[in-house]
Structures are given as C-alpha cells and as structure tokens.
C-alpha cells in the first residue's frame, strides 16, 4: 500500500459515499472533509470527519495525518449551475492543493469529465443536447486539469468518467487514456470510487487523464432515460 491514511472531500456526495465505503474496504484510514458534518446516524465507523469550505481556503489544518488526497467534488446540474457554476473545480482545487502544500502531501486525484473534450464514442444527441447544456461547468474543469497541469512535483490523476448513473460497482469498468472506450458511455458511481481508490493507493496514472465507463442497458442510455434522471434532480 502506497497510502494508509487518504482525505476525501465531498464525502457527503453519491460518489464521495462510494469513494469513502471502497477505501474502508481496501484498508485505509479515512478522513472525510465536507462544508457541513454529517449528523451522526449518517456517519461510518471508522471515518474521521472534519468540516472545512474549499471556497474558503485554509484545507492544511483539514489535510493534517494524510498521505494522499481525493477530490469528488462536483457541481449538480440545475439551470442556475448552467448558467454560473459555483467556482469548486476552480477556486476550491486551487485551495486544496494549497492546503496539500501546507500539509506536505503530493497525491491526488479528482473527477473531472470525459465531455471536457470532444468524445468520438459519445451517442450524437448526447453531443447536442447535453454537452452544450453543460458547456460553462465542463469549461471549470478544463481550468481544473490545467491547474494541475501547472503545479511542479503534484503527483495528480484526473479522471475522466463518462455518464454518472447512481448504481453500486459492477467491476467491469473500462479505462483508456483521455478518451472513453467504445461503448463505455456511461459510469457507475460506485465503479468510479472504487477507482479513484485504487489510483491512490497504487499509484496508477500519475499525471494522466484516464477516461472510464462500461456499457449499460438501453434504458440507462436513451435520452428518456436522461429526460427522467434530469426530472428526478
């Protein structure tokens, strides 16, 4: 094990939960760092749990005792997201990395998005609709992976999942460099945490952007499946 004790912020979210349950599973200590604390019934055993803004800044204190970081931060979509983003990617990983500088850690990784740039794979009214849609939120992520790009010594991955679907790890997820595989246009949350850990605790794709999915039923890849997802939000 590279890493024994990890931090992960937006441990509250559907893929932080997932992210948090599959550390556990793998042996490692868990730091799990969000806005507001969970209210102890919905708190793990095991779990250390610290409050801290990433809007904010001053994460050392939050980071202190960690060997590596993971970042599943992300912005919901709604019409005011569309439209003006709140500045997570942007000015809340600046933060965190500042914060992994204060506190002597080099490792991480963070969700950004395959849709960041153009997919040859990805269903045409996918790249219609929803792509453009997403436009001003894919743009913070593009800033995000450059941030990390910039920073000398960071030993950072970005990964690149395709559609997030609210289901447990399958484990036949398909990774390829940047671009997703054939067929893999949607990804699993819980298959997306589970790789998350297993980038940091083994050291897989340092400085890489690798892009993740497995193919799904038709019923979780059509645009009413899409329509009813966006009306359940």
């Given at each position: 094990m590279s890493q024994k004790r990890i931090a992960v912020f937006g441990a509250s979210g559907a893929t932080g939960r997932e992210t948090v349950r599959h550390a556990l599973r793998a042996g490692l200590e868990v730091v799990a760092i969000d806005r507001a604390l969970p209210d102890e019934p919905d708190r793990l055993d095991g779990v250390t749990y610290r409050q801290a803004d990433v809007v904010q800044g001053g994460l050392a204190e939050a980071m202190e005792g960690c060997d590596a970081v993971i970042s599943t931060l992300g912005v919901g979509f709604s019409p005011g997201n569309a439209l003006s983003p709140p500045p997570l990617y942007?000015?809340?990983?600046?933060?965190i990395l500042d914060g992994m500088e204060g506190a002597?850690?080099?490792?991480?990784?963070?969700?950004?998005?395959?849709?960041?740039?153009?997919?040859?794979?990805?269903?045409?009214?996918?790249?219609?609709?929803?792509?453009?849609?997403?436009?001003?939120?894919?743009?913070?992520?593009?800033?995000?992976?450059?941030?990390?790009?910039?920073?000398?010594?960071?030993?950072?991955?970005?990964?690149?999942?395709?559609?997030?679907?609210?289901?447990?790890?399958?484990?036949?997820?398909?990774?390829?460099?940047?671009?997703?595989?054939?067929?893999?246009?949607?990804?699993?949350?819980?298959?997306?945490?589970?790789?998350?850990?297993?980038?940091?605790?083994?050291?897989?794709?340092?400085?890489?952007?690798?892009?993740?999915?497995?193919?799904?039923?038709?019923?979780?890849?059509?645009?009413?499946?899409?329509?009813?997802?966006?009306a359940g939000l």
């Open positions: 942007t000015d809340g990983t600046r933060h002597g850690i080099d490792r991480i990784a963070v969700i950004s998005a395959a849709f960041v740039i153009d997919q040859p794979n990805l269903p045409t009214w996918f790249k219609l609709t929803v792509v453009p849609a997403l436009h001003n939120i894919l743009e913070q992520m593009k800033e995000m992976e450059a941030v990390l790009q910039e920073r000398p010594g960071l030993r950072w991955t970005a990964v690149r999942p395709g559609w997030l679907i609210a289901k447990p790890a399958s484990g036949d997820l398909l990774v390829e460099e940047e671009f997703l595989p054939e067929l893999a246009f949607r990804c699993r949350m819980g298959d997306l945490g589970a790789f998350l850990v297993d980038c940091v605790q083994n050291d897989l794709h340092i400085r890489e952007k690798p892009a993740v999915g497995a193919p799904e039923e038709e019923k979780f890849e059509s645009p009413l499946a899409l329509g009813e997802e966006f």
